[in-house]
């Protein structure tokens, strides 16, 4: 049985503590917002929204002839998927067509968590045009599905030479191996409106299964991963989202269709 003296002496160090915290926790959010967050911010910090990589999905396609094409999407509404249109898109006798078979590949930290039929859209694979990108529509969301999975689509004309980006895809060789995996993978902007103007150009570490991956600019989408400037560099050509709205915008606007951004 517990004494009065060591209750009352237990009660008071509880009573000191519950003030030390009421006192000091909003003294602590005074400095950091009044003073601390300001400095931090002319200092060039900046506060970015959480990347969540679940987002970034595996596309595979099957093709009549019985070939295959892998790469990398990501989600720009809880059913739609962007990528790039060559990862969708076969050459044939009657031009370059999009596949009737492609599967979306959701994983969550590494492990598969569903797999959803997905269909064309809207897009292009036109190289004359420099347009390379598809918009797919999955049949449903994945059942583990959070609205932060969704990335936000930002403007490409708001990134300059020089800037930071990440890019956020699968490896393909783990695809071939049967393990997909995620990379992140960091960049600047190396080159823009200069060999081709509708295309940037990204100084970055380019591999296969890049394709369709996210290129990232404080947290939103700039634009869409499609090849490598040349076979022996390591700069990525990237799809500026303002070129493919400019294509696509309309469409999904006259569909009613809501993407983050648009």
Same mark, same amino acid.
């Given at each position: 049985?517990?004494?009065?003296?060591?209750?009352?002496?237990?009660?008071?160090?509880?009573?000191?503590?519950?003030?030390?915290?009421?006192?000091?926790?909003?003294?602590?959010?005074?400095?950091?917002?009044?003073?601390?967050?300001?400095?931090?911010?002319?200092?060039?910090?900046?506060?970015?929204?959480?990347?969540?990589?679940?987002?970034?999905?595996?596309?595979?396609?099957?093709?009549?002839?019985? !070939? &295959?094409?892998?790469?990398?999407?990501?989600? =720009?509404? *809880?059913?739609? %998927?962007?990528?790039?249109?060559? /990862? +969708?898109?076969?050459?044939?006798?009657?031009?370059?067509?999009?596949?009737?078979?492609?599967?979306?590949?959701?994983?969550?930290?590494?492990?598969?968590?569903?797999?959803?039929?997905?269909?064309?859209?809207?897009?292009?694979?036109?190289?004359?045009?420099?347009?390379?990108?598809?918009?797919?529509?999955?049949?449903?969301?994945?059942?583990?599905?959070?609205?932060?999975?969704?990335?936000?689509?930002?403007?490409?004309?708001?990134?300059?030479?020089?800037?930071?980006?990440?890019?956020?895809?699968?490896?393909?060789?783990?695809?071939?191996?049967?393990?997909?995996?995620?990379?992140?993978? !960091? &960049?600047?902007?190396?080159?823009?409106?200069? =060999?081709? *103007?509708?295309? %940037?150009?990204?100084?970055?570490? /380019? +591999?296969?299964?890049?394709?369709?991956?996210?290129?990232?600019?404080?947290?939103?989408?700039?634009?869409?991963?499609?090849?490598?400037?040349?076979?022996?560099?390591?700069?990525?050509?990237?799809?500026?989202?303002?070129?493919?709205?400019?294509?696509?915008?309309?469409?999904?606007?006259?569909?009613?269709?809501?993407?983050?951004?648009?």
């Amino acid at each position: 049985m517990v004494g009065f003296p060591a209750l009352y002496r237990a009660t008071a160090r509880l009573i000191r503590k519950t003030a030390r915290i009421v006192f000091w926790v909003p003294w602590s959010v005074a400095l950091f917002t009044g003073i601390l967050l300001p400095i931090f911010l002319l200092l060039g910090w900046e506060i970015r929204p959480p990347t969540n990589e679940n987002g970034v999905v595996l596309v595979m396609a099957d093709f009549v002839d019985g !070939s &295959g094409k892998a790469g990398t999407g990501f989600l =720009v509404s *809880p059913t739609l %998927i962007m990528t790039a249109g060559h /990862v +969708v898109c076969e050459d044939s006798e009657l031009g370059r067509t999009p596949s009737r078979d492609i599967d979306i590949v959701f994983f969550d930290q590494g492990r598969r968590t569903d797999t959803i039929s997905a269909t064309w859209y809207i897009g292009t694979w036109e190289e004359s045009l420099s347009m390379d990108y598809a918009i797919l529509e999955i049949e449903e969301k994945p059942k583990s599905f959070k609205d932060k999975w969704v990335f936000p689509i930002g403007d490409s004309e708001d990134v300059q030479v020089g800037d930071k980006v990440e890019c956020i895809g699968f490896l393909g060789k783990t695809i071939d191996s049967g393990k997909p995996e995620r990379q992140k993978f !960091s &960049g600047e902007i190396s080159m823009k409106d200069g =060999v081709n *103007p509708a295309r %940037i150009g990204v100084n970055m570490q /380019v +591999v296969g299964g890049m394709s369709g991956a996210p290129v990232l600019y404080k947290g939103k989408v700039i634009g869409v991963a499609t090849s490598k400037y040349e076979e022996s560099s390591g700069i990525m050509y990237v799809l500026p989202t303002r070129k493919i709205l400019k294509y696509a915008g309309d469409t999904l606007n006259e569909e009613g269709i809501d993407i983050p951004g648009i």
